[in-house]
């Protein structure tokens, strides 16, 4: 899989690889010792698969069968090369985004960073607790019971003392999304239709062109870039394990998108296949859609699997990125490898505000499905500055020898504005 992607080794002069001088034995006990290097980039790519790509997928099925299956595999390598610049960023620097934005460009443009920051953190909070609510819903349970457990349950877990601790319950939280590989059995797609919808481009179709700009808009968030930067620097990885990082962000990619293919494929053989194309907007439409053909019990475990575990992970990757890129710009001390103190109480408390007012706004009775949409136009009005400061500080935070180069770096900016275009185009369609 790794060779389809844009060759990472366009980066000359990497660091070189210790483990291809080892003896046969020793190389191989390495390939397994580099599976602890493993985590950040899985985790964060779990977590773009949140409540509302699942359901952007699900609706994209029900509307147009197999068609958005493509775009779903191209977004791969997207979603790889943006992210690839933050393993570098973070292990040559050793900085997080926000201390080298305040660094590069200055205190002003660094706060702007954190307050927009935490802002989308809550905003993405809202999404997932939102989410949560309606998994409780469908087995009769009120979200006054079940967002404030999925709030502590989130605050506990960072309270642990140990990075790689939240990352391996963060991970295994969001592999519970991969339920739907086995639901696509279920569901008995038609294969010669899979088959000839990857031929089909349907650009002259405006509901094609409208969830095609959903689906791509919503494949970086401005908390991913954070927080990926964050982990690798609390993960204490060095310039010699950048190539396996690159792994773990590549596997990622692949997994989080044969998530949303299989979302698709699922609706699309179900709802969209019996012709019913109704708005797939909350968890009880989504369940109601897959009841007739996958039945009632499988519907719902199916459903609150994965949906529960996509919108705790994608909680805990944005409030943790928030705390992150928050402290570094005012230059708190943060880390996940110590419980708290007087050192770090004020990393902590923002992690747990949070969570606390992301609740609290859901526990509120707003309208939930305004707020949804507020935060979708928030992320893609960010979007242009979260990618443009990415790129400026790839080009000049980190030495020479591992900065982008040549054909690499022409096709790693245009796939950043094919990004940024389609997340201002999802404007207009949700206002």
């Known amino acids: 899989m790794e060779n389809s992607l844009p060759a990472p080794c366009a980066i000359q002069d990497a660091p070189h690889d210790a483990s291809e001088d080892l003896p046969m034995g020793r190389r191989r006990f390495s390939k397994i010792a580099f599976l602890a290097i493993w985590g950040p980039g899985l985790i964060v790519m779990l977590a773009d698969t949140d409540i509302g790509s699942l359901v952007t997928a699900a609706q994209s099925g029900a509307e147009l069968g197999y068609k958005m299956i493509l775009p779903n595999l191209i977004l791969i390598p997207i979603l790889y090369v943006v992210q690839e610049m933050t393993i570098r960023l973070g292990i040559v620097t ?34 997932e607790f939102a989410g949560v609510a309606g998994v409780g819903e469908i087995f009769n349970i009120s979200p006054r019971i079940t967002v404030p457990v999925a709030a502590a349950f989130l605050i506990g877990i960072a309270l642990t003392g140990s990075y790689r601790r939240v990352e391996r319950i963060g991970v295994a939280l969001g592999l519970a999304e991969l339920v739907f590989i086995p639901a696509v059995l279920m569901s008995h797609p038609n294969t010669h239709e899979i088959l000839t919808a990857l031929s089909q481009v349907s650009v002259h179709n405006h509901s094609y062109m409208i969830l095609l700009a959903a689906n791509i808009g919503a494949v970086i968030m401005p908390w991913m870039i954070f927080y990926q930067q964050g982990a690798v620097i609390d993960k204490k990885l060095s310039v010699k394990q950048i190539r396996n990082e690159r792994r ?28 019913v194309s109704s708005s797939l907007t909350t968890v009880g439409s989504l369940e109601h859609g897959l009841q007739p053909y996958l039945g009632a019990t499988a519907a719902k ?15 805990l990757v944005a409030s943790l990125a928030g705390a992150w890129g928050l402290s570094e710009v005012f230059g708190w001390k943060h880390t996940l490898n110590e419980k708290p103190n007087k050192g770090n109480i004020r ?29 979708e136009v928030m992320n893609a009005l960010l979007l242009p500055i979260v990618i443009g400061f990415l790129l400026l500080l790839e080009a000049k935070a980190i030495p020479a020898q591992y900065r982008m180069k040549g054909t690499y770096r022409v096709v790693v900016i245009t796939l950043c504005l094919v990004v940024v275009g389609f997340g201002l185009y999802t404007i207009p369609t949700v206002i």
């Open 94 to 127: 050793g900085k997080g985004h926000g201390a080298l934005i305040r660094e590069y460009f200055g205190k002003w443009w660094g706060l702007l960073s954190a307050g927009t920051l935490f802002a989308t953190s809550i905003g993405a909070l809202l999404t």
């Open 248 to 275: 773990d962000t590549a596997f990622g990619a692949f997994l989080t998108q044969l998530i949303a293919v299989a979302v698709v494929i699922v609706f699309a053989a179900t709802v969209g296949m019996h012709g």
């Open 301 to 315: 475990i199916i459903l609150a699997t994965a949906l529960t575990g996509g919108a705790l992970v994608a909680a």
């Open 347 to 375: 990393f902590y408390g923002v992690y747990t505000l949070i969570h606390v007012v992301g609740a609290f706004i859901v526990l509120a009775n707003l309208d939930l499905v305004a707020l949804v949409i507020n935060v």
